[in-house]
């Protein structure tokens, strides 16, 4: 049995739909170790921050409790697995450095958190 990988983007206001593997594209202005960096930490130290980005833009955790990871991260966005699925989240505005990645992942986290409290 194959699983087929299914490819979305969302907007930066949460908005999805469904693409082709080649429209999930990552603008890498980070070099390889701040990429590196910074998708380990967001793996390690933020995996709730990542179920609230998915839960912000109504995508299911299936199978049930399905972990999402983040694969990359660049100035127009950032992709998360999320079981067959990648799931790219784009940015408000592009970001120039490592710093306004940060700030782009904190304000789309609470603004997920806002939403899910007015639920």
Known sequence: MSTTTQ??????????????AEAIQINDIFDQQTRARMVEHMNEDHV??????????????????TTPSMLDIGSNGFVIKLGTQKIM??????????LEARQALVELAKKARAVEKSL
Do not use: R
Request: net charge negative.
């Open 48 to 65: 709730a921050a990542m179920v609230d980005y998915c839960q912000y833009a109504e995508i299911d955790l299936l199978p049930p409790n």
């Open 7 to 20: 490819h979305i983007v969302v907007d930066s206001s949460g908005n999805k739909k469904i693409v082709s």
């Open 89 to 98: 989240f784009e940015f408000e505005t592009a970001c120039h450095s490592a």
